[in-house]
């Protein structure tokens, strides 16, 4: 169902970064129709409180690839020492917003702080010790296929450290005893499943003691128990080792497990942002119609 009787009346649409262009003439949003002079009626952008320190800010991100603007002005602080779910329509920009974190994207205006510190702006070197403080895993595991299980754990031990052998077996023993893969360490990456692949990749991520990880729609593929099993394992590797853990998906099941912070994103730009209790109870109609999986309400099938 399109937009219906119940919505507010929207506020002038602004353009985020006036000199990259203007909305419909210079560039298209995906989703959003020719006629639609503001597409942000049910974006207020509320952030509620979580109670702690940010580990992660996004400042007015733009990025835009041909005419296709992905992400327009988007604003979000993500907590450390949480779990936070980025939640959203397929399309809308998840994966684009990874890649800005990490630095593998340069967006056109905006910024990206980790730790108070601007991406956008570092050095090469910099950029190469920022990223030793994340852990990534991907949907698939993107294990190596001509290694095993160990050595692809032990990869990044042997890229970024200068740790003896004994040092990083043990380090590579102990993750895969939490990721339930001591007894795979010999085994290729085409002899395990894919919730084994997908564990094997978290130890990876976990080997350098991350201060930030990442999982990009860490349940792809996987069927319900083995999703429900995943997430108690995030969950339980979490509570051990803290830190500020960020998860893209739109699996509302791996939400309720998991998340303690939600954001809400669509059309490049986040809906509202909050706690997780908080935001399954929100009145927003998009949020509230995406959370709970409901038919009527803004978001239609386009």
Known sequence: MADNDRSVEPEPYVEPAPELGRLH??????????????PYRWHTGEKRDHGGEDAIEVIDLVKQFGRTRI??????????????????????????????????????????LVHGESVPNMTDDELFEMRKKFGLLFQDGAL???????????????????????EIGEIVNRRLREVGLAEATEKMP???????????????????????????????????VRTALLCELIREVHEENGGCYMVISHDLGTARRIADFIAVLWKGRIVESGPSAELFDSDNEFVSQFLNAETVGPLAMD
């Open 25 to 38: 003439r210079d560039y298209v949003i995906p989703g959003v129709s020719p006629d639609e002079d503001n």
């Open 190 to 224: 085409n002899e395990l499943s894919g919730g084994m692949r997908k564990r094997a990749g978290f130890a990876r991520a976990l080997v350098l003691d991350p201060a930030i990880v990442l999982f990009d729609e860490p349940d792809s593929g996987l069927d319900p």
């Open 71 to 112: 992400l327009n002005g988007l604003n979000l602080g993500l907590p450390d020492n949480q779990i936070s779910m980025v939640l959203g329509p397929s399309g809308t920009g998840k994966s684009v917003l990874i890649k800005h974190i990490v630095g593998l994207l340069y967006p056109d205006a905006g910024d990206i």
């Open 144 to 166: 190596f296929g001509s290694m095993n299980i160990y050595d692809n754990v032990a990869f990044p031990l042997r890229q970024h450290t200068d740790k003896s052998e004994e």
